[in-house]
């Protein structure tokens, strides 16, 4: 009897795939298999996964600056989109957090706990519900009795007496700004905002490089404190963007004449150039330790390379910094481009993203966990984005993976890095 071709075909197949699984030439084929194309909204998607994956906005976690640095970046899709279901989401997470009288389920310690300040703006903006005005107004109130250094900077938590860390000043400047704007205390607000930048940057600056270090312990008894200084010795990426951003958020509405306006100005410029000098040429990234990038152990750190590319752009955008940097940021954007990625399921994942971090020697810093999708690394690469998306260089991008992606070849990466 006859064998029929197709009874070939399907005896042929299955010998080869026999072979192939014995070989691991499966293997090898996944691996020569060209990556998934970022979608055309790279925001929109990261948010579609984050509550696809945490449908619970709860979840997320207590009342804290993590998952409201996270929500502050989906709030900026939320405005651009208008999805309403974002709204939403945002919204589940702050009510579980206060009550109907407004009171926070979280003492305010910690200048860690008046980030999400910035929501209660907004929402109270959006919905008009008084709860939210008078949690903001907590927190604001709570800044008059905040312990101080004895020349009067925000100590970064009750329980770090005496010290100052860089990251504080995002955690509660921009709020303070943006409280000031909502509720006509302005005065006071980038009078503050602009004595605590000022402070921070006399205790923790380093001129030699541009760069500032971590954190300041007043009473010089922390075992990272240095010498006279007092400072720690470690130039720590994100922390140095935290500070950077929250030059750039001050300055949007500070008003022209206000007189430290030129030295928050020349901070940033300062900032932007050194940001320059360490960014990685091959790969537009910045490493976590970052004026060590040829040190074994030391690596990329994609949630810092997300602030720093923000602010270079923003900088640029509103004219305190030379056009020629706008090349830095469209570079660092795709080096942050490279640390983004589509799973088979279609979930959008960011790699490199340094943990929650406190203040300590070269080796601490080196041996960091940095896993994927730690929320440090999703609210920043969101607030870049929504800043970068519509830049030339991200439209550039754009252009580059479709065309990519009608060829076949790799989604993200495609290009020069």
Not at 12 to 22: K, T
Not at 130 to 159: N, V
Not at 212 to 238: C, K
């Amino acid at each position: 009897m006859p064998v029929s071709f197709s009874k070939v075909r399907l005896v042929a197949a299955l010998m080869l795939s026999v072979l192939m699984a014995q070989f691991g030439w499966a293997q090898d084929a996944a691996k020569s298999l060209p990556p998934t194309p970022l979608p055309a909204d790279i925001s929109v998607a990261l948010v579609e996964t984050m509550m696809r994956n945490h449908p619970d906005a709860t979840s997320l976690g207590k009342w804290g600056y993590i998952p409201a640095l996270y929500l502050s970046g989906e709030y900026m899709v939320y405005k651009r989109t208008g999805d309403a279901r974002y709204l939403a989401y945002i919204r589940s997470w702050a009510d579980a957090h206060v009550d109907e009288q407004g009171k926070i389920d979280n003492a305010l310690n910690a200048l860690d706990y008046i980030l999400p300040g910035n929501l209660m703006l907004e929402l109270y903006k959006e919905t008009g519900m008084e709860k939210y005005k008078i949690a903001a107004q907590t927190i604001r109130k709570r800044l008059d009795t905040y312990p101080r250094t004895e020349d009067g900077a925000l100590w970064h938590a009750t329980t770090r007496q005496h010290q100052l860390w860089l990251d504080g000043m995002y955690m509660s400047m921009p709020f303070l700004v943006h409280y000031g704007e909502a509720f006509g205390d302005q005065a006071y607000a980038y009078d503050e905002a602009s004595k605590q930048l000022l402070l921070y940057a006399k205790h923790l600056n380093d001129p030699a490089t541009g760069l500032m270090f971590h954190a300041y312990d007043e009473s010089g008894t922390q075992p990272w404190a240095q010498g006279d200084t007092h400072h720690s010795s470690v130039f720590w990426a994100r922390s140095i963007g935290w500070f950077g951003m929250t030059l750039v958020d001050v300055l949007e509405t500070m008003p022209k004449s206000d007189p430290n306006r030129p030295k928050l100005i020349a901070q940033l410029r300062q900032l932007v150039k050194a940001y320059a000098k360490y960014q990685n040429p091959k790969t537009g990234l910045w490493y976590n330790v970052v004026d060590k990038a040829g040190l074994a152990g030391n690596w990329e750190e994609t949630s810092a390379s997300s602030m720093y590319t923000y602010t270079i752009s923003r900088a640029v955008q509103r004219g305190y910094v030379d056009p020629t940097y706008e090349a830095v940021a469209c570079k660092g954007y795709r080096g942050v481009l490279s640390q983004v990625s589509v799973d088979d399921k279609g979930d959008l994942h960011v790699a490199n993203v340094c943990q929650g971090t406190n203040v300590g020697d070269l080796n601490f810093y080196l041996n960091r966990p940095h896993p994927a999708d730690d929320f440090h690394g999703l609210g920043a690469f969101l607030i870049m984005n929504e800043q970068m998306r519509t830049s030339r260089c991200a439209v550039k991008q754009a252009s580059r993976i479709r065309l990519a992606s009608s060829k076949g070849l790799a989604g993200p990466g495609v290009g020069p890095r």
